[in-house]
T-cell receptor, first 112, second 114 residues
Framework: DTAVSQTPKYLVTQMGNDKSIKCEQNLGHDTMYWYKQDSKKFLKIMFSYNNKELIINETVPNRFSPKSPDKAHLNLHINSLELGDSAVYFC???????????FGPGTRLTVL | KQEVTQIPAALSVPEGENLVLNCSFTDSAIYNLQWFRQDPGKGLTSLLLIQSSQREQTSGRLNASLDKSSGRSTLYIAASQPGDSATYLCAVPYSGAGSYQLTFGKGTKLSVIP
């Protein structure tokens, strides 16, 4: 029973392409997040959604856009991919703001 | 702005030893503090969450303490095992503007030698 799942696990693509990463949680949580882990393994928040409303938007390029069709899903769309977007992207969820966060397995994005 | 520091960056111990991982944060107005482990190529696994009103939280061989006033938390691992080898991360929600975004330390990479 996977609590937070992400697809795909690996994504290799060319510069300039547009891609999406999907995230689903079956924990009944109302808040979901996207994090980026760079090559130095440092984790940084990108977005969070609470009750389908964007409540945090860290200073990420507007090429990145989160989309939440319902409380159980938060997908990440990336337009015009750049080399510097290569990283591992993690989805997470929690019950309410500040609640214990549970993470997905990550999506390793490689931009060539 | 919240900053989280973890010391040491790496630690190698023989199996069976007790050990302590340290985490410090600059803004004591935290909502809670969460400890995670990350195995190579994997996601993060939540280990313990301590609310700001608590001083300790225990789960099996793990014990986490929190001293908000000094901006410190420790993760104590008793009777370490090779399976404990992983990177341990602490994170605090930064409550600026009510956002509760998690700020992570850079982690402590633990190796337990059989």
């Amino acid at each position: 029973d996977t609590a937070v799942s992400q697809t795909p696990k690996y994504l290799v693509t060319q510069m300039g392409n547009d891609k999406s990463i999907k995230c689903e949680q079956n924990l009944g949580h109302d808040t979901m997040y996207w994090y980026k882990q760079d090559s130095k393994k440092f984790l940084k928040i990108m977005f969070s959604y609470n009750n389908k409303e964007l409540i945090i938007n860290e200073t990420v390029p507007n090429r990145f856009s989160p989309k939440s069709p319902d409380k159980a899903h938060l997908n990440l769309h990336i337009n015009s991919l750049e080399l510097g977007d290569s990283a591992v992207y993690f989805c997470a969820s929690s019950r309410g703001l500040g609640g214990e966060q549970f993470f997905g397995p990550g999506t390793r994005l490689t931009v060539l | 702005k919240q900053e989280v520091t973890q010391i040491p960056a790496a630690l190698s111990v023989p199996e069976g030893e007790n050990l302590v991982l340290n985490c410090s944060f600059t803004d004591s107005a935290i909502y809670n503090l969460q400890w995670f482990r990350q195995d190579p190529g994997k996601g993060l696994t939540s280990l313990l969450l301590i609310q700001s009103s608590q001083r300790e939280q225990t789960s099996g061989r793990l014990n986490a303490s929190l001293d908000k006033s000094s901006g410190r938390s420790t993760l104590y691992i008793a009777a370490s095992q090779p399976g404990d080898s992983a990177t341990y991360l602490c994170a605090v929600p930064y409550s600026g503007a009510g956002s509760y975004q998690l700020t992570f330390g850079k982690g402590t990479k633990l190796s337990v030698i059989p």
